[in-house]
């Protein structure tokens, strides 16, 4: 197999000029998103380079301890990032999402390092940090879809969930439905996605590992992997986070708590 071929710096100064396309679309419509674009990219090159060179040295150094705190890290970067796109008070749901981050990552992450791929240390950093970046991205895009529909769900129809209550279904019940629209909302496009991967497009792990010099069988493999622990983390951490709301954002007999900041506005 070859090695994968580098791309210098002159290269990917080349490379980056592929995005005077959209960037002229968007000002050409004056759509109003080509300052963001542009803030958007350099903010993407420069954050791109410096975990680069941290993890030089983190995959240099390889110590468990290390990449464990790099996970822990990279927990509470996806929890204060999916607070800050579901506009939910952070005293009340950071808990709640970040056991929920850390709890789908663990649980399946090492299930997968373990049991799957049977490593001796689950803890190499070659396939640790690879994979809980995987997850906690994954987690972090079907979390704030499924936190965000759940809850504005319940706001719009709040009469229904309390009609239910005062008909002696219990919280767990009442909220059922809401729970039900959250996951269908969520989990919707990764399903459509998964039924046509690899006819319609090559995912882009397997692209990444062929590139790297995998054989396409090996990278076909990781890449079903790939599509299982992501699923899965992310239905574990939208459970277990749900399942800590019922008790944080309810009170005792079953009221809705203001847990939004936008509804603390809406107030004043």
């Known amino acids: 197999m070859m090695s994968t071929i580098d791309i210098s710096i002159e290269s990917l100064l080349w490379g980056l000029?592929?995005?005077?396309?959209?960037?002229?679309?968007?000002?050409?419509?004056?759509?109003?998103?080509?300052?963001?674009?542009?803030?958007?990219l350099a903010r993407m090159v420069i954050q791109l380079f410096l975990v680069g060179l941290y993890l030089k040295y983190l995959f240099l150094w390889d110590n468990p301890i290390l990449n464990v705190l790099w996970v822990v890290i990279m927990v509470f970067v996806a929890t204060e990032t999916a607070l800050t796109r579901t506009k939910f008070k952070r005293s009340v749901m950071m808990i709640p999402i970040l056991v929920g981050f850390a709890t789908g990552a663990l649980l399946v992450g090492f299930y997968f390092l373990g049991i799957v791929l049977r490593l001796d240390n689950v803890f190499?950093?070659?396939?640790?940090?690879?994979?809980?970046?995987?997850?906690?991205?994954?987690?972090?895009?079907?979390?704030?879809?499924?936190?965000?529909?759940?809850?504005?769900?319940?706001?719009r129809e709040n009469t229904f969930?309390?009609?239910?209550?005062?008909?002696?279904?219990?919280?767990?019940?009442?909220?059922?439905?809401?729970?039900?629209?959250?996951?269908?909302?969520?989990?919707?496009?990764?399903?459509?996605?998964?039924?046509?991967?690899?006819?319609?497009?090559?995912?882009?792990?397997?692209?990444?590992?062929?590139?790297?010099?995998?054989?396409?069988?090996?990278?076909?493999?990781?890449?079903?992997m790939i599509i299982v622990i992501t699923i899965s983390s992310?239905?574990?951490?939208?459970?277990?986070?749900?399942?800590?709301?019922?008790?944080?954002?309810?009170?005792?007999?079953?009221?809705?708590?203001?847990?939004s900041k936008e509804s603390s506005r809406e107030k004043r």
């Open 234 to 259: 992310s239905m574990v951490s939208i459970a277990v986070t749900l399942n800590m709301i019922k008790r944080v954002a309810f009170d005792a007999a079953g009221r809705i708590k203001n847990v």
């Open 124 to 155: 190499s950093v070659q396939y640790f940090i690879p994979i809980m970046g995987i997850l906690m991205g994954n987690m972090l895009g079907a979390n704030v879809i499924a936190l965000n529909t759940f809850y504005s769900h319940l706001r």
């Open 161 to 224: 969930y309390y009609y239910m209550l005062g008909n002696g279904a219990t919280v767990s019940e009442a909220l059922s439905p809401f729970i039900k629209q959250a996951l269908v909302r969520a989990f919707s496009p990764v399903i459509a996605n998964m039924a046509v991967m690899g006819l319609v497009a090559l995912p882009g792990t397997m692209i990444g590992q062929i590139l790297g010099g995998s054989t396409p069988d090996v990278a076909i493999k990781y890449q079903m």
């Open 17 to 40: 000029l592929l995005m005077a396309i959209p960037f002229y679309f968007l000002w050409k419509y004056r759509t109003g998103l080509v300052s963001s674009a542009v803030t958007g």
